[in-house]
Structures are given as C-alpha cells and as structure tokens.
C-alpha cells in the first residue's frame, strides 16, 4: 500500500522551542518535498530532497532546514519557532524530481506555534 | 519566477451542474500541468495531468490546455456533492526543475 506518512499530525509548541517534523514513504521515491499550506497561499515549498543529503531550498526556506539520511525518511527542523511559522505542513514525494511525475502528499501536520 | 494564478477563488453550484476553473501561468516555458484536489481536512491528491497542447478527458473531468495563453482549465460534467473540495492548479517545467508551482486554489461547493 503506497503511503506517506507524517508525524506527528498534531503538535503545540512555544515561540522559541525548536520543532521535528517527519515524514516518512514506502515507495522509495527519490525526491521528496516539504511544503507549508496557509489559507489563501496554496501549497509553498519550503525545500525539495532529490536523494539522500542532496537537499535545495525552496521559495520560503528561511527560519527551516531540512534532513535526509535515507531514501524513506525527511525531516524538516525548525531552529527557535517562530509564531507566523504557525501552518499545517505537508510532505510529498514522487518518483523522480520530474514534474511529469504525481506527487503523493501526507496527511499533514498541524503546527501552532504560541 | 513561475505566477500561478487561479479563478475564482470560490464557487457554489447546483449537482448536476457543469463546473468551470481557470489558471493561467507565466513562464511561457512551462510543459507539465496537473491539477490536484484537496477535501476539507484532507492531503491534495492528484486529479488529472496533461502535458501538451489541447483536451484531456477522464471520466466526468476534462481538461484544457493552451499554452499560448498560458492558460488552462478543468471542467467538471454533472458536479456531484463529493466533488466539493479546494481545487489547486500546479505548474512544472520551464525554469523550475523538478518541482511544481501551485495557485491559491478554488474552493468548489456543490449543493444537493
């Protein structure tokens, strides 16, 4: 069953508290994404993962930085939150970092940053 | 730098009824164009792509391309309830490897 998975789905933290999000997929797809989505903005990339520790910056990369050890696995690390990095985040992947190829999404995680 | 704009931003209709959205783009060398659907609370799941000039159809869904116009679109035949969701176009190619630039979205709403 091709899934991408988030953790966690749901998390609250303090302005200044450094945030871990994960996301992991089955497909051993190649390129990963790690996308914010806020009301009226549609989906922005925030970093895009080609493989393992080959990593570039998206459109809204300040305030994030990401991780990628293995193929199933990217993180996206949030240094110090920020209160306007308050959003829900998804994590994508495809096949290869051809935009002729789907992109599957997580289910998100929803991030409130205090 | 890729603009994806989509209209409207919002739309109401009766079932049954045909459904237009638009988006337009502004690198004229753009080649793939996807469109993705998002019920509320959901991920965006991919509805349909086409990556050359004119008409794709699958199932009720149909979409336009006219690149010189840097536009197109997804028409909805018969809208039922359950095609209520935010529609977001997105936009690959040209200048912008290996990633897709997305619009704002549609929220489309279809009365019973």
């Known amino acids: 069953d091709m899934k991408v998975t988030q953790m966690p789905r749901y998390l609250i933290k303090r302005m200044g508290e450094n945030v871990l999000l994960e996301c992991g997929q089955d497909m051993s797809h190649e390129t990963m994404y790690w996308y914010r989505q806020d009301p009226g903005l549609g989906l922005q990339l925030i970093y895009i993962s080609y493989d393992v520790d080959s990593n570039s910056e998206g459109d809204i990369p300040k305030g994030y930085r990401v991780s990628r050890k293995k193929r199933e696995h990217f993180s996206l690390i949030l240094d110090s939150a920020k209160t306007n990095q308050t959003s829900v985040y998804f994590c994508a992947s495809s096949l290869s970092g051809g935009n002729y190829a789907e992109q599957f999404f997580g289910p998100g995680t929803r991030l409130t940053v205090l | 730098q890729q603009n994806v704009q989509q209209s409207p931003e919002s739309l109401i209709v009766p079932e049954g009824a045909r459904t237009s959205l638009n988006c337009t783009f502004s690198?004229?060398?753009?080649?793939y164009f996807w469109w993705y659907r998002q019920h509320s609370g959901k991920a965006p799941k991919a509805l349909m792509s086409i990556f050359s000039n004119g008409e794709k159809e699958e199932g009720r869904f149909t979409i336009h391309l006219n690149k010189a116009s840097l536009h197109f679109s997804l028409h909805i035949r018969d809208s039922q309830p359950s095609d209520s969701a935010l529609y977001l176009c997105a936009v690959g190619g040209g200048s912008a490897l290996g990633r897709l630039h997305f619009g704002a979205g549609t929220q489309l709403i279809v009365i019973p």
């Open positions: 690198d004229s060398a753009s080649q």
